[in-house]
């Protein structure tokens, strides 16, 4: 079992940035590919970022390539994901998502799923 908690949403101005935090439990955390997604009001979820289980490579949307980074630290069971030239259309809940697999694709499962951080970005 692994469990998610993000940290680190919060009221910004567009241009700003914010970064995210998400502490994994589980002693296998290292093993895992990692993922962040969000949920506008109204919104079905979408794909942000992914990460695989060494970071050596990482997947983004198009509408965050160039202005967000996904990275993590496997020593502190944590993954980041850092958000610069924010824009009102990146207001949403922020999920971090975990999957046993190592690697990302475009059919991973993500087994596991934190609560949800809320990023507001204002014009």
């Known amino acids: 079992q692994v469990q998610l908690v993000e940290s680190g949403g919060g009221l910004v101005q567009a241009g700003g940035s914010l970064r995210l935090s998400c502490a994994a439990s589980g002693r296998t955390f290292s093993n895992y590919a990692m993922g962040w997604f969000r949920q506008a009001p109204g919104k079905e979820r979408e794909f942000v970022a992914a990460?695989?289980?060494?970071?050596?490579?990482?997947y983004y949307a198009d509408s965050v390539k160039g202005r967000f980074t996904m990275s993590r630290d496997n020593a502190k069971n944590t993954v980041y994901l850092q958000m610069n030239s924010l824009k009102p259309e990146d207001t949403a809940v922020y999920y971090c998502a975990a999957d046993t697999s190592q690697y990302y694709s475009g059919i991973t499962p993500w087994h596991y799923w934190g609560q949800g951080t809320q990023v507001t970005v204002s014009s």
């Open positions: 990460i695989n289980w060494s970071g050596g490579n990482t």
